[in-house]
């Protein structure tokens, strides 16, 4: 221990023991920090201080744990208490001293306030890592010895009390910060709890409240929860339908398949679904889709099924009714053989139904094409199929017919429209129906054949009847004329000769020569009969009625008909039959003159347009034979024919009937292979037919 | 050549012919009677001395094969020549293959007659 060198023992005497007891009430300072924080116990010290050593000022800078700012604590003495701040102090000494306490002397002179100022500085810590204490006096040579081991003891027990204060203050820190996680951890959780019963509540809500029934079951298959909806439906309470209770509302037909089922979920473990009627609790059974998912625990192992069955009874229903009306469709489409189709011919797509597969027998996993169907039409019959697409493509809507031949050797006779139903993109969707019309046509074509017979037979007939009439009603009185002149002649010749008998026989031989004279005149009158039935007639219409009665004819001929019908055209007033027979006199005709045309299409268009003045014109335009433009005017004379077998009156009536209605008929070559033969007539009764009226009412 | 007494029966719709033929065939030297149609023919009460009978193949009513055939159901074996003014050559044979004598297209000559009642009157 360091003493001062008495000078005077009195003296000496009372600053040791003045200094002891200073010691001491220094070493009893850290009993009385106990509990205190730093700033505490940085002011007993700097209190203590400038008491003991009758301090100007005493000074203390204390390091932040952690490189936070310093703080700083002053003591003044009487002499700089209103002339100095702690603050000018903190300054004055870095100013002087540098930044770094640690690298401050512990003693050395400052100025302050204007005046001298002897400083003796302590480090707080061992290294001065606390901080540092100053002392300053006006005192010149302070600090003394004493006042330097004053201040050395002074230091270190403070640095003891602020090491255990920062010590505490951790403690505390940390007590804080335990405890504010732990009220932040209760208030999670209460706030958990709070969510996890809301939550609770509005899954119940939601589970009762969602429009399907929902339920549970054990990993065994035991349902355990049915949601109030469920209940509600089925009508049974919770412990009535838990566990296989509700198998009961489940309809007997289906109980079977769904148990199956539920068990067979259960083994896979795969969420599974199954359809089923469900019993509603005032009787009616409706349809229920029935969806089932496990939940697994962290080991996969299932512990839960959860279930929702969904109504699905309209669904059902709907699906009933749309499979009901496409079977319906399905058998009208087989029982009519009509089979339907939607085509974009541009993207050569088709959507066929079963029925028209089954006509052309494709499989229905074909995919359809222009050519696959190409390949199936009877060689004969392509010119005209395509002629249709060609006419198709053009966006008008067609009727087609053409025979097929299946990849079974079948032969088919197919008939058909199809009409635009919109551009798709600018290119036309077809929507068309066809009918297999292999026994109509069968039928058809024996028919035909038979009223060709007929037609045949009938203009025989009539021809013979005709004959045969005229026989009939000459050869009577000519037999009457014979016999009775025999018998005349017999008389005469008799011995003697009976001549009244004769005169007799004689009258009446004249009677039946006039009988025979009168059947020829009725006869001439019967033929000489120009009498028309009048009637408005469209004559498209009339066209279409013959074209329609030509159509098998034409097919069997390979005779592609094509018509333009003008639109608005207007009607005439003639007699239908008559121009029919005109109509069907010049397909016949060109059907005929195609016949031996095998190099080129057999097309016949027939062609109707108003004309000027009144008239309407149709047109008759083939690709056969062509006509001589000399024979031109000799054609519609009667007897003159190009034909083989023909008789050479078909256009002398034609131009006879045309001329009936004041209107003409003629031919002309065409430009290319062919001949067009064309008839015009007036339209109304107002010039010619009223005159055509009359002859019908003197008649 | 022939039974004076020969009755010859002439059926046909024609006045001219039932006006005329009956005064040839008397001529001929033969009874001859005329009815308008096979039904009066058929009541007459002379079916039974019929040794010929000129028959006119269609009449209104029951024509001339029908007659044939309900004479030969009857079992009346009366030889006939058919007359008809019909002048269709295809029904010859056919009548001819029932047994018929002959069949002459009106107007036919007398020789044509004679030839077929001469036929007619042997077969008796």
Not at chain 1, 60 to 65: C, D, H, I, S, T
Not at chain 1, 182 to 189: C, G, K, N, P, Y
Not at chain 1, 340 to 355: G, P, Q, R
Request: proline share 4%.
């Amino acid at each position: 221990m360091i003493v001062d060198t008495p000078v005077e023992s009195s003296v000496g005497e009372v600053r040791l023991r003045r200094c002891l007891n200073d010691l001491i009430s220094i070493l009893a300072l850290p009993a009385a920090w106990t509990g205190n924080d730093a700033s505490q116990i940085v002011g007993t010290l700097l209190g203590a201080l400038v008491g003991m050593l009758n301090l100007d000022f005493a000074y203390v800078r204390l390091n932040a744990p952690e490189d936070g700012p310093s703080v700083e604590f002053a003591r003044f003495g009487e002499s700089l208490e209103h002339l100095v701040r702690p603050r000018d102090l903190g300054e004055t000494l870095t100013r002087t001293w540098g930044a770094t306490p640690v690298q401050w002397p512990l003693s050395a002179r400052i100025v302050l306030g204007g005046d001298q100022l002897s400083v003796g500085a302590a480090r707080l810590g061992l290294h001065g890592e606390l901080g540092v204490v100053v002392a300053g006096s006006q005192r010149s040579g302070f600090p003394g010895q004493t006042e330097r081991l004053l201040l050395d003891v002074a230091a270190n027990q403070a640095a003891i009390g602020l090491q255990q204060a920062r010590l505490l203050e951790e403690q505390r820190r940390v007590s804080r910060e335990l405890d504010r996680r732990v009220a932040q951890r209760t208030a999670e959780l209460a706030s958990a709890i709070d969510e996890l019963r809301r939550s609770e509540r509005e899954s119940r809500l939601i589970i009762d409240t969602i429009p399907a029934l929902a339920w549970s079951a054990r990993p065994g298959g035991a349902a355990e929860f049915f949601n109030r909806h469920y209940l509600d439906f089925v009508g049974l309470s919770a412990e009535d339908a838990s566990d296989w209770g509700w198998t009961a509302a489940v309809h007997p037909d289906d109980l079977v398949e769904l148990t199956a089922t539920w068990h067979h979920i259960m083994d896979s473990a795969a969420p599974g679904e199954a359809e089923a009627r469900l019993r509603r609790h005032d009787g009616e059974y409706r349809w229920f889709l029935i969806r089932v998912n496990p939940l697994r625990d962290e080991s996969g192992a299932i512990v839960q099924w959860y279930g929702v069955n969904t109504d699905i009874e309209d669904r059902k229903r709907a699906e009933a009714e749309l499979r009901r009306v496409h079977n319906s469709f399905a058998d009208a489409q087989r029982l009519s053989k009509t089979g339907s189709f939607i085509t974009d011919l541009v993207a050569d797509d088709h959507k066929w139904s079963e029925e028209t597969f089954r006509i052309f027998e494709f499989d229905p996993a074909t995919k359809i094409s222009v050519k696959s169907i190409r390949e199936v039409i009877h060689p004969d019959d392509l010119p005209s199929f395509d002629a249709v697409i060609a006419r198709a493509m053009t966006g008008v809507d067609v009727t087609f017919g053409f025979r097929i031949v299946t990849a079974a050797g079948a032969l088919k006779h197919v008939r058909g429209i199809a009409h635009v139903v919109e551009q798709v993109a600018g290119r036309p969707m077809f929507v068309g129906a066809l009918q297999d019309v292999t026994a109509g046509t069968v039928a058809e074509e024996a028919l035909n054949r038979a009223r060709a017979e007929l037609a045949h037979v009938a203009r025989v007939t009539s021809m013979s009847t005709l004959t045969a009439a005229i026989a009939h009603e000459v050869n009577q009185p000519l037999s009457g004329i014979v016999t009775n002149a025999s018998t005349c002649l017999r008389m005469l010749d008799g011995n003697p000769p009976d001549v009244s008998g004769a005169r007799e026989t004689a009258r009446r031989t004249i009677r039946d020569g006039h009988r025979a004279s009168e059947v020829i005149t009725r006869l001439r009158a019967l033929f000489g009969k120009k009498d028309l039935t009048l009637e408005s007639l469209d004559l498209n219409e009339a066209t279409r009625e013959v074209i329609a009665l030509s159509t098998g004819e034409l097919q069997r001929n390979r005779v592609i008909l094509l018509s333009e019908f003008a639109r608005d055209l207007p009607s005439i007033t003639g007699d239908r039959v008559q121009l029919q027979q005109v109509i069907l006199n010049l397909i016949r005709n060109a059907s005929d003159a195609m016949a031996g045309v095998d190099d080129r299409l057999r097309q016949l268009l027939i062609r109707t347009q108003p004309e000027d003045g009144d008239r309407v014109r149709v047109i008759v335009r083939d690709s056969g034979a062509g006509i001589e433009s000399q024979s031109v005017d000799k054609l519609f004379e009667a007897f003159y024919t190009t034909k083989p077998g023909g008789m050479g009156i078909g256009l002398s009536i034609s131009r006879s009937i045309v001329e009936r209605h004041h209107g003409r008929i003629w031919a002309e070559p065409n430009d290319g292979p062919g001949a067009t033969f064309s008839f015009s007539v007036p339209r109304g009764p107002a010039s010619a037919g009223g005159a055509a009226a009359r002859v019908v009412r003197e008649s | 050549m022939t039974d004076r007494r020969s009755l010859v029966s002439v059926v046909d719709d024609d006045e001219s012919v039932r006006e005329s033929l009956p005064d040839l065939l008397r001529q001929f030297g033969l009874a001859a009677e005329a009815f308008s149609s096979a039904e009066a023919f058929l009541s007459s009460g002379v079916v039974g001395e019929t040794q010929c009978l000129i028959l006119d193949l269609a009449m209104p009513g029951m024509s001339g094969p029908d007659l044939q055939r309900e004479l030969m159901r009857r079992r009346q074996d009366i030889p006939i020549v058919f007359i008809t003014a019909h002048g269709d050559e295809s029904v010859r044979p056919d009548l001819l293959a029932r047994g018929a004598v002959e069949c002459l297209f009106k107007p036919f000559s007398e020789g044509a007659l004679l030839d077929a009642l001469n036929v007619a009157l042997r077969m008796r």
